[in-house]
RNA sequence: GCUGCCGUAGUUCAAUGGAUAGAACGGAGGUUUCCUAAACCUUAAAUGUAGGUUCGAUUCCUACCGGUGGCACCA
């Protein structure tokens, strides 16, 4: 049994023989770590919520309570103290912080991962990056969070896939097909050969994007244009246009890979829209019939309002018969269904895209009702400029690789004074940029937007991505430098000592309890904040007290004391998705 | 117009309804014969406005103000 389990179990006795009704939920009862050390290790307000419905004085029940729990003599628990108003708190033995170190120190790479949610399957579709279009750094927000989220539920022992859905069917291919055809046709800019390195590839497919959107918006001739090729391309019966809708779908996939190959994504399933476009609209045709859907102006649409005031009507299959993103939806859905068969469906997007996906679960909700229930959207905040949001639509975006590379080359020139090869250079160079970045995105609760700049955006001092790599990186070479003075680390601790557990230790044990909590709110910004708090302490600590001395009786447990540190951050920046180089 | 989300130091972010609102950057001042100064130490600085609920509100409710997203054939 854990320490908060026992104390909570304590807690309800303590209630039971005071003659106060308790509540049957361990969960109902609330512990929290003060923020101030003084006050102990674990607090309840228990006594102040339950003082009123007894009509006590709160004060009074917190010292009854006190008393009672003082008497258990609860396991690890030093001693228990009231405070202020009614404020019970809870002070921890030495021995627990001791034993919660050796844990540590033999759990490694696993410690902090339980069993919570062992037997569960999990799915996690993220990224979603489309072929013919950028991947910008939405993408790289969105990567960012469901690799962290994919981490953390598997921490708790749920089975979890990782799904990228890549739209690879709809306007913006027919945009940027028009504008690639219509270059060659006025013979302003062909397409680049197959031998041309595959960026050149990439940068031609976005400009085309963009030339494609303005003319779709500001051509009457090229929006009819555009429409009829879209659907020559959703028909697959053109050959020229199938061949160069193949090709240009390859380069998109490619350069993708390379992207998550850098990010350290792995997906176990890729979905593209044009497989499950039909499955789309076979659904919404057999729902047509059963009266979920209405015909109206020629498109089949689902008429959200009807269901719920705050829902609206949403277009599924459009007047010249193709599915719309919302179609698509419901046969991805249903997909996922029965092919993974998940307890849970977790979906991130952007929050631009809240109200349309109330409206496609609603509509899922009516057609398959299970997958609906388990399906959970969850949206971060948008990456924008200051002057506004960001456009592919205009050509006004910054790409993932493009930002990569720029904080790439800016840590190369913090670590030229570095003792370090080309090669061991560049290595750390892509793991401290892809840090700066997914830090930066982490660091924040993932509703809220990001304003972008790249010179205040991405930070390697303070609360920073670089500012983490460093603390482990240094306290690796604190252990390198112990194992060649011969100081091996040593849990000990007499009680002749003179020393007390500090700040450090305890903020060392609490760190699977922040983990259950990000796994559990799905909030990898938890994480993040702990870790900077960890790092300032060690931090702190290092710049304090020599920990490496031959002489030093007290050098065994420092090393100690370091190496939990070094594995609790490591382990941590794991969960964020973050590599720690060897040297930086 | 209807509707969702967000307003915390100069700036970017934290704070399961609790004790003195916590960091970072920037500002002011300091630390390197010693394990990586991408570090450390000291210091000034904040809950949009008005009500309400509560023993207790940054947190919940209402209104207003400001920002931002969505609202039919884009994704």
């Known amino acids: 049994m854990d320490i908060e389990t026992r104390l909570k179990t304590a807690i309800r006795d303590a209630l039971r023989a005071a003659g106060i009704t308790a509540p049957e939920s361990l969960s109902a009862i609330v512990l929290e770590h003060p923020d101030d050390p003084t006050h ?49 708190n809870f002070y921890l033995t030495t021995g627990y912080f001791i034993r919660e170190l050796e844990t540590i120190e033999k759990r490694g790479d696993l410690y902090g991962n339980s069993n919570e949610q062992r037997g569960r399957r999990v799915l996690v579709e993220y990224t979603d990056p489309n072929p013919f279009k950028e991947f910008h750094i939405g993408h790289l927000m969105s990567n960012a969070i469901g690799e962290s989220i994919a981490r953390l539920i598997a ?24 504008a690639a055809l219509h270059r060659e046709a006025v013979a302003t800019g062909s397409i680049p050969a197959k031998r041309a390195p595959l960026a050149e590839r990439i940068a031609f497919l976005g400009s085309c994007y963009a030339e494609g959107s303005r003319a779709y918006e500001d051509d009457p001739a090229a929006k009819q244009a555009i429409d009829e090729l879209n659907k020559k391309i959703f028909d697959g019966k053109d050959r ?30 890729y979905v593209l829209e044009s497989e499950v476009a039909h499955d789309g609209i076979a659904i919404v045709d057999e729902f047509l019939e059963k009266g979920v859907f209405e015909r109206s102006d020629g498109a089949v649409v689902f008429h959200g309002e009807k269901h719920d005031p705050k829902l609206h009507t949403r277009v599924f299959i ?34 631009e895209q809240n109200d349309y996906f109330r409206v496609v679960m609603k509509a899922l909700e009516l057609i398959l009702p299970e997958a609906a229930k388990a399906t959970k959207h969850i949206s971060h905040g948008m990456l924008r400029f200051a002057e506004g949001k960001m456009s592919s639509r ?6 993932g690789e493009s930002l990569i590379a720029d904080v790439e080359k800016l840590v190369q020139t913090k670590l030229a004074l570095r003792d370090m090869d080309d090669d061991e250079k560049k290595e750390a160079a892509e793991i401290i940029a892809v840090a700066a970045i997914k830090y930066s995105i982490l660091r924040q609760a993932t509703s809220s937007d990001i304003v972008y700049d790249f010179d205040t955006s991405i930070s390697f001092e303070g609360d920073s991505g670089p500012y983490l790599l460093y603390t482990a990186v240094r306290a690796q070479s604190v252990l390198d430098k112990a194992k060649s003075e011969g100081v091996k680390p040593k849990i000990e601790w007499k009680v002749t000592d003179k020393r007390e557990i500090g700040l450090l230790e305890r903020e060392l044990v609490r760190f699977p309890e922040v983990v259950a909590r990000a796994a559990s709110e799905k909030a990898p910004h938890h994480v993040a904040t702990y870790l900077i708090g960890l790092a300032s302490l060690f931090n702190g600590w290092y710049a304090r007290v020599p920990i490496v001395a031959a002489d030093d009786p007290g050098s065994p447990y420092k090393v100690a004391l370091t190496q939990a540190v070094r594995i609790v951050l490591a382990n941590g920046l794991k969960l964020l998705g973050i590599k720690v180089p060897d040297r930086m």
């Not at 009672?68 to 396991?75: C, D, M, P, R, V």
């Not at 708790?156 to 028009?178: E, I, N, S």
């Not at 998109?252 to 997906?267: N, P, V």
């Not at 092919?339 to 849970?344: A, L, Q």
């Open 394 to 399: 205009t050509g006004n975006v910054i790409t």
């Open 40 to 88: 102990g290790d674990f607090a309840t307000t228990i006594a102040l919520v339950a003082a009123k419905a007894a009509r006590v004085n709160p004060r009074e029940l917190a010292g009854k309570l006190a008393a009672a729990l003082s008497a258990a003599h609860i396991e690890s628990v030093d001693r228990v103290e009231t405070a202020g108003p009614g404020f019970i």
């Open 155 to 178: 921490s708790q022992g749920a089975k979890v896939r990782r799904m990228c859905y890549q739209g690879d069917f709809g306007l913006h291919v027919a945009k940027t097909l028009w």
């Open 240 to 269: 020229a246009v199938n061949k160069l809708y193949k090709l240009g779908k390859k380069w998109s996939l490619q350069h993708f890979e390379e992207i998550y190959a850098k990010l350290g994504t792995k997906f176990d399933y």
């Open 318 to 351: 459009n007047s010249q018969g193709i599915p719309t993103y919302e179609a698509k939806e419901l046969g991805l859905n249903t997909k996922k269904w029965k092919k993974v068969h998940p307890d849970e469906s977790i979906i991130i997007t952007a929050n």
